[in-house]
C-alpha cells in the first residue's frame, strides 16, 4: 500500500528532477539503460522498465535515505534476493505519476495509458475555471495538469487504493494546496457544488456482465454505463458559462458511436450544445478478438462468445474513439467526423 509521507514525497522529487528522470524515462531503452550513470539506471531499471534489482546494487547507488525513502513510501518491496517494483513513474510536462502495469486479471490497479495522454493533450487549457472537476480521475494526471488554469481542482476516484495514490502524485507534484482528491461515486463526493470544467476519461469497455474485468475500465455490456450518468447528471454540476470535456472509446455502427443518442438526448432536454469529435473508427473484428484474449473464463463462460453476444445485441459493428465537447446553448450537437 502507498504511503504519504510528504517529507519522503519531496525528497523523490527532488531526486527525480536531479537525475533528469522526465527526459532521459521518455526515450531511454533498455540497450541505453545499460550505459547510465549507476543511480540513474536504477531508477529506470525499477520505474520504467520494471525490473527486479539484488539489493546491494540498489543500495550502493541510491544511498541509504534514497533506499530508505523509496521503502518506506511503498514503492518497492525487498527481500534478501531481490529488490522489486510496486509501482511504476512515468513524466509527462515535468509533471511526475505513479502508476501499476495492470493487466485484465487484476481488478483494482491505478491505470495511465494512452488514452489518458490523449484527453491530456486535449485539455482546454485557454479555459480560465474558478473550481474544475476531474471525475474518474485514476493516476490524477488530469487534476494536475487542469491546475495550470484553474484556480481549484477536485479530483474524484472510485477506489479507495487508486484515490490515494492520486493523493500520493498531486504531493509529487507540488499541487496539495490546488488540488484535493476525494473517494467515492462520480458527483456523489462533491455533493450539490457546481464547476466551471468538468472533465473525465470514464470507464469505457464494453464488458459483459459475467466476465471478470478491472474496474477502471469496466463500462458495463454498452461500454457507456459511467458516461451516461456523468452526462446525465451533468446540468446539476455545471455552471451557467462551464464546460464538460471528455474521452472515451467505445463501440457503434458504421455511421457514429452510439453515445451520440444520449448526447442528442441531454442536448435537447438541458439546453446543451454538443461537440462530438471522431478521432478513429475501427471495424470490430479485431477489437472483438484482442480484447477476449485477454480475459479470463469464469464459470467456464467462454469470453470471446461473450464479447460476440454483446455487440451482436447492440447491433456494433465499429469501435470509436472520440472527445466529446458539452457547454450550455440552445441544444444542438454537432459531430466532426475526423476519422
Do not use: W
Amino acid at each position: 500500500m502507498i504511503q504519504i509521507k510528504p517529507e519522503r514525497i519531496k525528497r523523490l522529487r527532488a531526486t527525480l528532477d536531479d537525475i533528469s528522470y522526465d527526459v532521459i524515462s521518455r526515450d531511454v531503452g533498455e540497450a541505453a539503460a545499460h550505459r547510465l550513470p549507476e543511480k540513474i539506471k536504477v531508477f529506470i531499471d525499477l520505474f520504467v522498465l520494471g525490473s527486479s534489482i539484488k539489493p546491494p546494487l540498489v543500495k550502493k547507488a541510491l544511498g541509504r535515505q534514497s533506499f530508505e525513502d523509496l521503502s518506506r513510501l511503498g514503492l518497492i518491496s525487498s527481500d534478501k534476493e531481490r529488490v522489486k517494483p510496486k509501482y511504476r513513474i512515468r513524466s509527462f510536462n515535468n509533471y511526475y505519476f505513479l502508476y501499476e502495469k495492470g493487466s485484465n486479471r487484476h481488478i483494482d490497479f491505478v491505470y495511465l495509458d494512452q488514452d489518458s495522454f490523449h484527453l491530456a493533450e486535449n485539455l482546454p487549457y485557454n479555459f480560465k475555471a474558478k473550481n474544475a472537476l476531474d471525475l474518474c480521475t485514476g493516476s490524477g494526471i488530469q487534476a494536475v495538469l487542469l491546475s495550470k488554469t484553474a484556480e481549484r481542482v477536485t479530483a474524484v476516484e472510485l477506489s479507495s487504493r487508486t484515490a490515494e495514490v492520486a493523493r500520493f502524485n498531486i504531493i509529487l507534484n507540488g499541487l496539495s494546496k490546488k488540488v484535493s482528491v476525494l473517494q467515492g461515486d462520480i458527483y456523489a463526493p462533491v455533493g450539490r457544488r457546481r464547476f466551471d470544467l468538468i472533465v473525465s476519461n470514464p470507464p469505457f469497455m464494453p464488458v459483459p456482465d459475467n466476465i471478470t474485468y478491472p474496474l477502471c475500465g469496466r463500462g458495463g455490456e454498452d461500454g457507456l454505463l459511467v458516461s451516461r450518468r456523468i452526462i446525465d447528471s451533468l446540468d446539476k454540476h455545471l455552471t451557467r458559462k462551464g464546460l464538460a470535456v471528455f474521452l472515451s472509446i467505445t463501440f457503434g455502427d458504421r455511421y457514429a458511436p452510439f453515445i451520440l443518442k444520449n448526447l442528442e438526448s441531454a442536448a435537447k432536454r438541458d439546453d446543451f450544445d454538443v461537440d462530438l469529435i471522431l478521432f478513429r473508427r475501427t471495424p470490430k473484428h479485431s477489437e472483438i478478438s484482442g480484447r477476449a484474449a485477454t480475459l479470463r473464463k469464469d464459470n467456464g463462460v467462454n469470453p470471446l462468445d461473450e464479447m460476440r453476444r454483446i455487440y451482436k445485441q447492440a447491433g456494433a459493428d465499429h469501435i470509436y474513439v472520440y472527445l466529446v465537447k458539452i457547454k450550455r446553448g440552445s441544444g444542438s450537437v454537432r459531430v466532426i467526423d475526423l476519422c
